[in-house]
């Protein structure tokens, strides 16, 4: 290792353990400038503050933050790992370069329970990062990895390679298209996209889909469309992010798309000032914003008792 990635390394190994705020990523994002103008390699391993390591590229917002915080949506993923059981199936919906399926392994392995993880994820670079990071942890008897999406056609499509791209990465967020002019100016691969309620049986497992989390840059409604049969038979939780733009941009009304596709008993929750909050609908979710779908009879379970 080079001095000036020894130097970085031992920057990162302080910056973790200092709070987590903006003021101090902003502080991140100049010294990750200054590392990379000199020549520094992108491509570094971050230490998890869960004792887990992640291959990043630096060059990438999201993957940076993770590099000098050790963190990954640490409140929502404490939500989700709060929720995980024994004997269940958790899906990766959208599972990038694989931070939620590693830090889920992590628990799954820690905790000794026969929970299996399948993970999605269409692009290509993605994918490939991803399965390293599996492999790198010692997960791959946990964590399943399939390399398509999910949708509610089986057909080959196009992704763009949207803002983490443009310095030359290989990995970072990528959506489908809208069609509108959050398009432009982006390359875009193509990727194969598949139908949950077609494929599940094919997977053979004894167990239920308990958890779902679904982070797929404003095609979430697709995949839910595909969903149906499996979200009714298995009554999974689901984290999903809620991405407003995308939908403005494909000219679709947020809060009457998802009418038909979220089961009637299901309650919505939002992220408040540390707290989970019923909401009514997809108003009072900010621009791009997180919530947790819940099936009824599941709020009676102690685990849940952070929406309460």
């Known amino acids: 290792m080079q001095s000036r990635e020894k130097l970085l390394h031992t920057f ?17 994002k ?16 971050a230490k998890m503050q869960d004792g887990t390591n992640i291959i990043v ?39 990038n370069i694989g931070f939620y399926s590693v830090a889920n ?17 269409p ?30 056609e089986d057909k080959t499509s196009k992704i763009t390679l949207r803002e983490d ?44 889909i308990d958890l779902i989390k679904i982070d797929i840059e404003g095609h979430e409604d697709f995949f839910l469309r595909g969903a149906q049969k499996c979200i009714n038979a298995h009554r999974p939780t689901m984290l999903m992010e809620v991405n407003k733009p995308f939908y403005t941009s494909r000219g679709v009304n947020i809060e009457t798309i998802f009418t038909d596709l979220i089961p009637k008993d299901y309650s919505m929750y939002k992220l408040e000032d540390s707290k989970w909050n ?13 919530v947790f779908l819940v099936p009824k009879e599941k709020l009676e379970i102690q685990a849940y008792s952070i929406f309460n």
């Not at 929720?83 to 990766?92: A, P, T």
């Not at 799954?108 to 399948?118: E, G, P, Q, S, V």
């Open 12 to 28: 990162s190994s302080l910056s973790r353990r200092l709070p987590n705020n903006r003021f101090l990523r902003k502080i991140y």
């Open 30 to 45: 100049r010294i990750n400038w200054f590392f990379l103008k000199i020549g520094t390699n992108p491509l570094v391993t």
């Open 57 to 95: 590229n630096l060059t990438t917002r999201t993957e940076r933050d993770a590099f000098y915080t050790g963190l990954y949506d640490e409140d929502l993923l404490s939500s989700f790992l709060g929720l995980v059981k024994d004997e269940s199936i958790i899906l990766d919906v959208g599972g």
């Open 105 to 121: 392994g992590k628990y799954i392995r820690d905790n000794n329970l026969n929970t299996k993880l399948i993970s999605f994820e």
């Open 123 to 152: 692009f290509e670079g993605n994918y490939r990062r991803h399965k390293k990071n599996i492999e790198l942890n010692q997960l791959e008897s946990i964590c399943q990895l399939e390399n398509y999406g999910l949708s509610d």
């Open 165 to 208: 791209f443009k310095k030359g990465s290989k990995t970072g967020n990528a959506a489908i298209p809208t069609g509108g002019k959050l398009d432009e100016g982006f390359e875009v691969s193509e990727i194969k996209l598949k139908v949950l309620d077609d494929i599940w049986p094919n997977f053979k497992n004894d167990f239920n």
């Open 278 to 290: 019923k909401i009514s609908s997809f108003e009072s979710c900010k621009k791009i914003d997180n």
